[in-house]
């Protein structure tokens, strides 16, 4: 789904302004060929050439502000396009007559009446000009669509990679880390070069998990145990990590840190809260068609207040795994977060994963 | 200068730490209890009370500012003065600016043995200040100081949409209780009750939760536990050790306010 991009109704005044000199010039051209190919004052043809090139346009343009049209192409869809621009085309055609024929006070539609084949044969000529010229418009909207389609999508890509790195490295963990790494260097150097080493795999994983699309599940539930250990050496006994990876399931591609926010959402909210701490349980199964992911705790528990919006990055990082598993596997993926079915309590994440992808 | 001490810290290393260094930079600062999380700073608190607080903000049970709240809401009235309180964080940008606002200290982890110097400097001169002559100003300002931190939003969530009903389960039904017929909201451990004239209602939801959600011109706050509506109140009685309690309009409870929020009610 691209990014609704502001000017949905992709014609601003500025457009109507450059597309009215842009066709008058076309005109000019045309009324220029005919006044070389015809007898009689040159000026005539110019008249009549811009009274009917303009009155297409304005038909045309003008038209496109009241029916609904397709913002990437800037044209409605299906046969009313058609619809449109023959009916421009054949109305304009006889409005720029009639008011030429208004500035040289002839006879209105003097010409059918005296010449029906003439009359038919600029018709023809004035559809394949505009359709011409309907096309140049058409090719070059879409150019300038794309343009701004990717220009958005990259600023979009670059405000998520910057976000998701602000909600991995949050600046608490990383300061309370440091703080008890920094008492660790004089207390117990053995375990200070074990907890710097985590931290610098689990930055390490953070900062080039942006990179790579997918990786294997071993190396998924690696990352989090790093993450883990490090929270482990802050919580102590108040925070049980368990891992169930089976075998046959270690080399599934999976996203890159799409756990990352689940975990920290568990002990954010589930264990850090929660004054005797718990268990946290990371497992994998094959279910059927579906990898399916979950992240267990046994904390404080969702609150039943659903809407509760929390202000820090949490509900980015949430969404974020939605939005991820949306890009990547469309509706053949499915996130869920709900209190935990057992009678332990705590908050139970599930993320389902198509089994083979491209399916 | 000799004083006590209370430290809560959720992380056990880092509390050691904070020990070791208030020894090298307070020698005459006695710690005589480490919390782990805050009710155990609160009851500690009020058991042993101390004359200085380090309190953790990010703790499991209540926060650091929500321990601070109910320390000084508790404090007994016996002329002891309320300790000096010092906030420890990691990383809090917002919550750092409004302790600028409010002239608390508050120490940043890693802990640095030139600023915790410098924390400890102003809380023996804070705490020198307090003669028994001047001991009711002292408690006035720790009020005040904790007062403007409350209210500079560090612990409120954004403003939420406002509510107009509260959906309280009755047996299978779900009652719809208009927000302006309750009189007073009162946090039960994990619940809040919500108490009409007709009736009461149990809800799930924290007064935490339930804070951002009500409009607070209407609703005061007269106790980290209580929110009463303005307009339902009909008489704030002082006594004579200075405890105002509320009297209703078509209700028969009292309720208390906690000195924090004393101020609130003086005659215009």
């Not at chain 1, 954010?268 to 199964?285: D, F, Y």
């Amino acid at each position: 789904m691209p990014t609704p991009i502001d000017d949905n109704n992709a014609i601003r005044p500025l457009d109507f302004l450059r597309h009215g000199l842009i066709v008058a010039g076309f005109n000019t051209f045309i009324g220029i060929v005919l006044a070389l190919n015809r007898p009689g004052p040159w000026h005539v043809q110019m008249v009549y050439a811009q009274a009917i090139g303009l009155s297409i346009w304005t038909l045309m343009d003008f038209s496109r502000l009241v029916v609904r049209i397709n913002p990437e192409t800037g044209w409605p869809e299906g046969w009313r396009r058609w619809a449109l621009q023959g009916g421009a085309i054949f109305f304009g055609y006889l409005l720029g007559n009639t008011l030429g024929d208004l500035a040289y006070d002839r006879p209105l539609l003097d010409m059918w009446r005296s010449s029906p084949r003439s009359m038919l044969s600029y018709l023809l000529m004035c559809i394949a000009v505009s359709a011409g010229i309907s096309f140049f418009f058409y090719a070059r909207g879409k150019d300038q669509m794309r343009l701004r389609q990717l220009a958005a999508a990259q600023r979009d890509s670059a405000e998520n990679q910057l976000k998701l790195l602000e909600s991995q490295l949050e600046p608490h963990m990383l300061f309370n880390t440091l703080a008890n790494l920094r008492v660790l260097i004089g207390l117990d150097p053995p375990r200070a070069q074990l907890m710097l080493d985590q931290l610098i795999a689990f930055l390490r994983a953070t900062l080039s998990a942006s990179r790579a699309t997918l990786h294997p599940l071993s190396a998924e539930f690696a990352r989090v145990r790093d993450y883990l250990e490090l929270m482990k050496i802050r919580m102590g006994e108040r925070l049980q990590p368990e891992f169930d990876l089976p075998a046959e399931l270690a080399e599934r591609p999976v996203p890159p840190l799409l756990l990352q926010p689940l975990v920290e959402n568990a002990i954010k909210h589930g264990l850090e809260p929660h004054v005797q701490g718990g268990r946290l349980r990371v497992s994998a199964r094959r279910e059927g068609d579906q990898l399916v992911l979950r992240v267990r705790d046994t904390g404080a528990g969702l609150s039943d207040c659903a809407a509760d919006d929390t202000p820090d990055g949490t509900h980015f990082g949430l969404s974020q795994v939605q939005r991820r598993l949306a890009t990547l596997y469309g509706d053949t993926a499915a996130f869920h977060l709900g209190a935990a079915p057992d009678g332990e309590g705590g908050t139970l994440a599930t993320v389902r994963l198509p089994w083979s992808p491209n399916a | 200068m000799n004083a006590t001490a209370l430290i809560a810290e959720d992380e056990p290393l880092l509390a050691a730490n904070l020990k070791a260094e208030l020894q090298s930079a307070w020698p005459g600062l006695q710690v005589v209890a480490s919390a782990t999380h805050g009710e155990a700073a609160v009851q500690q608190a009020l058991t042993l009370r101390p004359q200085v607080l380090f309190l953790d903000i990010r703790m499991p049970g209540l926060t650091g500012l929500e321990a601070a709240q109910a320390i000084v809401e508790e404090w007994p009235d016996d002329g002891s003065p309320l300790p000096v309180v010092v906030f420890v964080t990691a990383y809090d940008e917002y919550a750092l600016q409004a302790f600028d606002h409010a002239a608390i200290d508050y120490v940043l982890k890693p802990v640095q043995p030139a600023r915790l110097a410098q924390t400890c400097e102003r809380v023996q001169a804070a705490l020198g200040q307090r003669t028994p002559a001047n001991g009711d100003a002292a408690i006035d300002s720790a009020l005040s100081q904790l007062r403007q931190l409350l209210g500079s939003g560090v612990s409120a969530a954004p403003a939420a949409p406002q509510l107009t009903v509260i959906q309280a389960a009755v047996g299978p039904a779900i009652h719809m209780v208009p927000v302006a017929e309750v009189l007073y909201f009162e946090a039960a451990d994990k619940y809040v009750r919500v108490v009409t004239a007709q009736r009461e209602y149990l809800v799930r939801i924290s007064l935490r939760e339930l804070l951002p959600q009500l409009d607070m011109q209407r609703f005061w706050q007269i106790h980290r536990g209580t929110v009463v509506r303005s307009d339902a109140i009909a008489t704030a009685l002082r006594d004579e050790a200075g405890k105002i309690t509320l009297t209703l309009r078509g209700h028969a409870d009292k309720l208390g306010v906690s000195r924090l929020y004393a101020h609130i009610f003086k005659p215009m």
